[in-house]
């Protein structure tokens, strides 16, 4: 499992889960390919794309 960080470009379209460092789910969304993973509250986070 890839994780990716706030800021880091969007490899694939798709959905996408958010993760505070304690592996908590924050939520999901829909990214598009090219555009940037957006920031999150809290520091540590990061996104994985769901299968």
């Avoid at 969304?29 to 957006?38: H, N, S």
Wanted: overall charge positive; hydrophobic content about 20%.
């Amino acid at each position: 499992m890839k994780k990716y960080k706030p800021g880091e470009e969007v490899p694939v379209s798709g959905d996408y889960t958010a993760y505070d460092r304690k592996g908590h789910n924050g939520g999901d969304l829909y990214l598009e390919k090219g555009k940037r993973f957006p920031a999150t509250q809290h520091e540590g986070s990061y996104y994985v794309i769901k299968e």
